[in-house]
């Protein structure tokens, strides 16, 4: 063994790893800042610097300016939600130590829809935040749902029987969903283009009350990096190191199904983001999830607000959602990952 | 002197009892070997040892406490465990995987300290893997993904280590290499080791207690010389065997007996084509 004033070959190639993520990190977070200033500066119409200056001051005097003052709150909220999708992905990921994990494979954002649909067309509700507590109810009641169909027979709960139980959860509780609108135009238009998943509509005031709820879920997920990085070893292993299986799961689940809820309540069911972000990550910064969170919330949040800005551009004159523009990204890499692992391991 | 015991411990899965009112004692500071048929419940028996399992009826001691009692992080700075077939998350490099043996260590909030670089380079040092640090170790051949799993093992620094076949995929010379390995660890630390070993004349050199399982219950125990014998090896494994003495150690040496060449094979002579 080696003087301990020497520093080790073993100990020098584990601190190189640290510098060469926290460099990524850096480079992430000025893309983050980047997409912020694209999607303040384009869309249907284009705004010039002054202009942008002048609405981030909040001055609506000209055309430009009221533009601005729209897409400054927006940006926020897809910054918020494309946070809180990644990060409840990869979350999602780590629980089931399933790849193809996703809040809107797994069906927790159907689940979310359908409470928030029923409870306008059976109960008359109208409040935001009674919307955002039925949606995470929704969210859990899937997640739990689709966790003990996906789990019954031999096997356990693999990855490919949590997605098919993801699936039919998500296409039942779409068609219920459906089935409860048909007979009331009085809400139906409403509820549809929520349903499609857009941070369009997005106001300061719509969003305050989510952000306890996201607050609540981002510490969780965050708390839980440490015993998702054992759970990926198999129960045995994590427990034989100290890990409260149970405990870590559940904890790790209502986090992400607080993050999950409170974005379905004021965006609507968006896909995929969950799914590709965290994927994207790893290849970034490897498979540690105290890292591999944080950059999935980052990640998360300049890939919807780039989505956001291409449903912008690509339909001018007028706008495509971004939950359709996250579906066209996402299905390839849904297939890219199914492909890429051996069918053993699905 | 025991730190470690099972007390008519009784387990399995589901309505099948596997490990049947299952007594033993573990020998503190010594290297104990437990072998047995395929089935019989060795894994299980670690697996209730170390707290994975929850036995039906008995229990499981360490330092006069049931381990079910015990905290689990505490229980995972005291005793270690290897399983039979770990799981490497995808895309995991040898560096964080071993790195992972240092978590009952850290509290909640507490940062990794040099101390756990230390231990987690100790550990890369002593199975030989430093060179593999950066490495992915789903790309490592099966004895080379065997070490980092010993290490990570190593870097947890408990004083009792559980190791459940810690040699299978190993070559003879790795085979050789762990298990020197472990009684370096044994000897320079004082560390309690446990392993299920299915080389016979392995377990007999290097372990200085010797348990052999049959169906869920304890056959023998005791020192090799005593344990190791035609008996014992026909009961437990249903062969028939010649024990001779180990020449180079003096521990019992077994040779199996099948239906065929067992007599002296007429074409080994030096004139045979
Ligand atoms: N998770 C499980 N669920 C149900 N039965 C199990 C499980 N694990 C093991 N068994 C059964 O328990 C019995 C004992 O298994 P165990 O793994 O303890 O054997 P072993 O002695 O370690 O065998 P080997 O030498 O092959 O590793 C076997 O019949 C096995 O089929
Ligand atoms: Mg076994």
Redesign the pocket.
């Known amino acids: 063994m080696m003087a301990a004033g020497a520093p080790r070959a073993a100990v020098v190639a584990l601190r190189r790893r640290r510098r060469g993520r926290v460099a990524t990190l850096a480079g992430v977070g000025a893309m983050l800042a980047l997409a912020c200033v694209l999607s303040v500066s384009l869309g249907t119409r284009s705004v010039g610097w002054a202009d942008i200056g002048a609405g981030l001051l909040g001055r609506t005097d000209t055309m430009a300016q009221a533009v601005v003052a729209v897409r400054v709150p927006r940006t926020l909220l897809a910054c918020l939600a494309g946070a809180a999708l990644g990060l409840a992905g990869a979350v999602m990921q780590g629980i089931t130590r399933n790849p193809l994990a996703d809040p809107g494979i797994l069906g927790v954002n159907a689940g979310a829809a359908m409470a928030v649909v029923i409870g306008i067309a059976w109960f008359g509700m109208a409040t935001l935040s009674a919307f955002i507590w039925t949606a995470i109810l929704g969210a859990g009641a899937a997640a739990c749902f689709v966790y003990v169909i996906g789990s019954l027979g031999p096997g356990g709960a693999t990855p490919l029987k949590m997605a098919l139980a993801g699936a039919a959860t998500t296409i039942a509780t779409s068609s219920f969903t459906v089935a409860i609108l048909l007979p009331r135009n009085d809400i139906a238009g409403g509820v549809r283009s929520w349903q499609v998943g857009g941070v369009g509509g997005a106001a300061f005031d719509a969003m305050l009350p989510c952000l306890p709820v996201l607050a609540a879920g981002l510490v969780l997920c965050l708390m839980s990096a440490r015993g998702l990085n054992l759970l990926a070893m198999g129960d045995d292993a994590a427990a034989g190191l100290g890990a409260g299986i149970a405990r870590t799961r559940a904890l790790a689940a209502l986090g992400a199904v607080l993050l999950c809820g409170a974005t379905t309540a004021i965006c609507g069911p968006i896909g995929f983001v969950g799914l590709v972000v965290p994927h994207l990550c790893r290849l970034l910064v490897g498979v540690d999830h105290r890292w591999l969170l944080p950059f999935s919330a980052l990640t998360g949040a300049i890939l919807l607000i780039l989505s956001d800005v291409a449903g912008r551009i690509v339909a001018r004159p007028s706008e495509m959602d971004v939950g359709i523009v996250t579906a066209f990204l996402g299905a390839p890499v849904f297939i890219w990952i199914v492909r890429r692992r051996r069918v053993r391991d699905l | 002197m025991t730190r470690l015991a099972a007390e008519g411990l009784s387990a399995?899965?589901?309505q099948?009892p596997?490990l049947r009112d299952l007594t033993l004692k573990v020998p503190t500071g010594a290297i104990t070997a437990i072998v047995?048929?395929?089935?019989?419940?060795?894994?299980?028996?670690?697996?209730c040892m170390s707290r994975l399992l929850r036995p039906s009826a008995g229990r499981v001691v360490l330092d006069g406490r049931p381990v079910q009692g015990i905290p689990t992080r505490a229980l995972a700075r005291e005793l270690g465990m290897l399983p039979?077939s770990p799981i490497a998350p995808d895309g995991i490099t040898v560096a964080d995987l071993v790195s992972h043996g240092r978590h009952p260590h850290q509290g909640p909030l507490s940062r990794w300290t040099a101390a756990d670089d230390a231990a987690v380079a100790t550990a890369l040092e002593a199975t030989r893997i430093v060179d593999l640090a950066d490495r992915d170790v789903d790309q490592l051949s099966g004895g080379q993904r065997q070490r980092v799993w010993i290490a990570m093992a190593l870097a947890q620094e408990t004083d009792v280590l559980l190791l459940?076949?810690p040699t299978t995929f190993l070559d003879i010379a790795h085979q050789v290499e762990i298990l020197d390995l472990l009684v370096d660890l044994n000897q320079s630390r004082g560390t309690t080791i446990v392993m299920?070993l299915?080389d016979l004349n392995l377990a007999a050199r290097y372990a200085d207690h010797l348990i052999a399982?049959r169906a869920g219950r304890v056959h023998a125990a005791g020192h090799p010389d005593t344990v190791l014998t035609e008996d014992t090896v026909r009961q437990v494994f249903g062969v028939a065997c010649r024990i001779l003495p180990d020449p180079t150690s003096g521990r019992p040496m077994m040779l199996p007996l099948g239906r065929h060449r067992t007599t002296a094979d007429p074409s080994h002579r030096k004139d045979a084509p």
């Open positions: 399995g899965y589901g099948t596997i047995g048929a395929n089935a019989c419940g060795k894994s299980t028996l670690l697996r039979q459940d076949e299920v299915h399982v």
